[in-house]
């Protein structure tokens, strides 16, 4: 039974550009959420889809969007990069949006150069 | 607002010794979740336990063990004769009314063989 997939595994962009990246959830998952991981510290909640609509964001900015797909696979879009976007971004699924049975993915590291 | 401190930032131990862990959490929600997860050099974060704010009951899974104090706003950690295959990054995480999760910044554990 696969886990969370995440792609690609490294990416490294310049600033200014504009990224994506990709989750495919556990079976059986319908939700997913999406960490900011920089280094050294502990992930950041940026949002949570469900349904194919954003039901919780964190605190951060527009820049940061979301889309999830009819099988609940999920993207993140970063628009006008940062060097502070340089960080390890990790999906989450769940069996619900109120479910914490969360399956972590290995995680996705961007580096904004 | 909710906030978890990590205070010990890197844990160094000889293998065989105990080790524990810190978490101080703070929230005003009445009913909340506490969680730690480990996070090996793959990058994903592995489930270990999870406790609810009316569950004040240690518990104790083979060599780990977890001690939550409402009245310290404490959830700590044990590992009981720690082995190589601990070396991790440690999380301890909260989450309230807004089923948002709050990471500390995490605790390095290195275990010496």
């Known amino acids: 039974d696969a886990g969370v997939t995440q792609s690609p595994t490294h990416l490294i962009k310049t600033r200014g550009q504009q990224v994506t990246l990709r989750c495919s959830p556990k079976s059986g998952h319908d939700t997913v959420s999406w960490y900011q991981q920089a280094l050294g510290q502990g992930p950041q909640f940026i949002f949570q889809?469900?349904?194919?609509?954003?039901?919780q964001r964190g605190n951060f900015p527009d820049r940061f969007s979301g889309h999830q797909f009819p099988n609940y696979s999920s993207e993140l879009n970063v628009n006008a990069l940062l060097l502070g976007d340089s960080a390890l971004y990790l999906c989450?699924?769940?069996?619900?949006?109120?479910?914490?049975?969360?399956?972590f993915g290995s995680g996705t590291r961007l580096t904004v150069v | 607002a909710q906030k978890v401190t990590q205070a010990q930032t890197e844990i160094s131990v000889v293998e065989k010794e105990d080790v524990t862990l810190d978490c101080v959490y703070e929230t005003r929600d009445t009913t909340y979740y506490l969680f730690w997860y480990k996070q090996p050099p793959s990058g994903e974060l592995v489930f270990l336990i999870r406790?609810?704010?009316?569950?004040?009951q240690n518990e104790i899974s083979g060599r780990y063990s977890w001690n939550f104090q409402k009245s310290t706003s404490s959830f700590n950690f044990t590992i009981t004769a720690s082995q190589v295959v601990d070396s991790a990054v440690y999380f301890c995480?909260?989450?309230?009314?807004?089923?948002?999760?709050?990471f500390g910044t995490g605790t390095s554990l290195t275990v010496i063989p």
């Open positions: 406790r609810n704010s009316f569950d004040e």
């Open positions: 995480a909260l989450s309230g009314a807004a089923w948002q999760f709050y």
């Open positions: 889809y469900y349904e194919e609509e954003e039901r």
């Open positions: 989450a699924s769940s069996p619900g949006p109120r479910d914490y049975g969360y399956t």
